[in-house]
């Protein structure tokens, strides 16, 4: 009998043999086209024996080719006396179930595109104090950075509110919004991202109508804080949405309904109808494709609550990722129009947009093609394709590259990164802004960098950052981008 099985064995051992070939054959062609499209080497457009190598005319008014600079906050991260969804994933959950990360070699962490992040974490070398994060250029250079407690510190589910003794508290800006204000005129900039919290403004469900819904003094307070914005004589950038969703929203499943597109709206109606003479852009979602990932798909941010089904057939075309992303495509639209309708009537001059997040995700290997394939698929274009009738301004929120490998993302020895692990790379953003220059031209959309910054404790690598970065956006300028504001975090 055993003889009948060889010639079995052997037809099955060519016949994995052939397979692998045809996958590696497979593989290696994807590979080649990815690099085509996305890593070919490209021309520089900037003039490098030029004394200066980039000028931004920031005398001018963004219709006749002005530049402007800005920065950007968000209720989440900056607003005290918020009890949002943000305080109570952080509250609980606590130590028991979600151990502290050990001082271990490089490990993961949940990344902005649901895939792991890879964190930089360093053994302790002082006795009894903890080793903290820093920039590859910090360590090059021999910096150490440890905290002075040496208590065991309360262990929170929110990653950032391990850097602050009260992080509830975060930087107090409804309580004294005057202190980060003044940092940002004296930084020269011109335009000033806020949000505001729908949370704050509705802390119910509107089940017995919106009047008896909505808190009048924190609409006050918020008009008051954009007020004082003018003050210090900045415009003012409103974002609606930046990854808050109202608890009592998430009761009933959040973006998974329809009727919470209804209540968006009357949301968003509100805040029109109380702040429009005092903004000049409005931001009706934040990095949508990541607050679905993460929320609905991951579960790894507040609201989601994920079943197995649904973490499994995600990524599938009616899972629950492109699920979520329609209602928010609708409720953007329908937002668009409200802003713009209410606009017209008062004489006003809106300019809506989004700000969608772009990291620039190339693989490490043949066979990691297929996931940054199917990653750039479900991030890059398609919700601004859904939306792009909808635009007056496209937002781009670009921090760095990701190298995928496997099942998460790697460390790559000869890349900068920044102390959350994001790798620094400038050229991401050119070769980004070129790719969606040459998608959507036909609509002589604008582009507005809206978040740009790095992790960097010690300062080191944040001057080089912020100008290889903004050479980037002038080298884009010269290949015919409309870009008009540069807003850094």
């Known amino acids: 009998m055993g003889i009948h099985f060889v010639p079995i064995l052997l037809n099955a051992s060519k016949l994995v043999g052939v397979l692998a070939t045809l996958s590696v054959t497979a593989n290696t062609i994807a590979f080649i086209r990815f690099r085509k499209k996305f890593l070919e080497p490209l021309d520089n457009p900037l003039d490098e024996s030029a004394e200066d190598l980039a000028t931004f005319d920031t005398d001018k008014n963004e219709d006749d080719g002005g530049f402007f600079f800005g920065l950007a906050t968000a209720p989440a991260h900056v607003?005290?006396?918020?009890?949002?969804?943000?305080?109570?994933?952080?509250?609980?959950?606590?130590?028991?179930?979600?151990?502290?990360?050990?001082?271990?070699?490089?490990?993961?962490?949940?990344?902005?595109?649901g895939i792991e992040e890879p964190t930089l974490q360093y053994t302790v070398t002082k006795k009894g104090m903890k080793s903290l994060k820093m920039a590859m250029e910090a360590i090059s250079r021999g910096f150490e950075r440890f905290s002075e407690k040496e208590e065991e510190e309360e262990c929170h589910n929110v990653a950032a509110w391990h850097n602050a003794h009260h992080p509830e508290e975060r930087l107090r800006f409804w309580s004294d919004p005057d202190t980060e204000l003044r940092l940002a005129k004296d930084t020269g900039i011109t335009v000033f991202r806020m949000g505001v919290d729908w949370t704050r403004i509705m802390p119910e469900e509107p089940i017995n109508g919106i009047p008896n819904s909505v808190n009048r003094a924190a609409l006050e307070h918020y008009r008051w804080i954009i007020e004082r914005v003018h003050a210090y004589g900045m415009r003012v950038m409103l974002t609606l949405f930046h990854h808050s969703l109202p608890p009592w929203a998430a009761a009933y499943g959040g973006w998974k309904h329809e009727k919470t597109v209804n209540y968006f709206l009357e949301?968003?109606?509100?805040?029109?109808?109380?702040?429009?003479?005092?903004?000049?852009?409005?931001?009706?979602?934040?990095?949508?494709?990541?607050?679905?990932?993460?929320?609905?798909?991951?579960?790894?941010?507040?609201?989601?609550?994920?079943?197995?089904?649904?973490?499994?057939?995600?990524?599938?075309?009616?899972?629950?990722?492109?699920?979520?992303?329609?209602?928010?495509?609708?409720?953007?639209?329908?937002?668009?129009?409200?802003?713009?309708?209410?606009?017209?009537?008062?004489?006003?001059?809106?300019?809506?947009?989004?700000?969608?997040?772009v990291s620039f995700m190339r693989p490490y290997g043949l066979f990691d093609v297929p996931g940054a394939v199917l990653s750039n698929t479900m991030t890059l274009f398609p919700y601004i394709d859904s939306i792009s009738d909808k635009l007056d301004f496209l937002g781009i929120n670009y921090y760095g590259q990701e190298v995928l490998s496997a099942p998460g993302l790697k460390l790559v020895g000869n890349d900068e990164y920044s102390e959350s692990g994001r790798a620094v790379y400038p050229d991401g953003l050119y070769r980004m802004l070129l790719k969606f220059h040459e998608r959507y031209k036909h609509l002589n959309l604008p582009f507005i960098i809206t978040e740009n910054g790095v992790s960097d404790a010690t300062d080191l690598i944040r001057r080089p950052y912020i100008l290889e970065h903004l050479l980037a956006v002038r080298a884009a300028m010269n290949k015919g981008v409309w870009i008009f504001q540069f807003r850094g975090l």
């Open 267 to 357: 949301f968003t109606k509100i805040a029109v109808e109380n702040f429009a003479q005092l903004v000049d852009y409005w931001v009706t979602f934040n990095e949508p494709h990541v607050f679905a990932m993460l929320t609905y798909c991951a579960g790894a941010w507040p609201g989601g609550h994920p079943d197995l089904l649904e973490v499994a057939t995600a990524a599938m075309p009616q899972g629950v990722f492109n699920h979520v992303m329609h209602w928010m495509a609708v409720a953007h639209s329908k937002a668009f129009d409200l802003i713009h309708e209410f606009s017209k009537n008062s004489s006003l001059n809106a300019r809506v947009g989004i700000a969608h997040h």
């Open 79 to 113: 607003e005290d006396d918020l009890h949002d969804a943000w305080l109570e994933f952080a509250e609980n959950d606590t130590a028991d179930s979600n151990p502290r990360p050990s001082q271990q070699p490089p490990k993961g962490s949940r990344s902005k595109g």
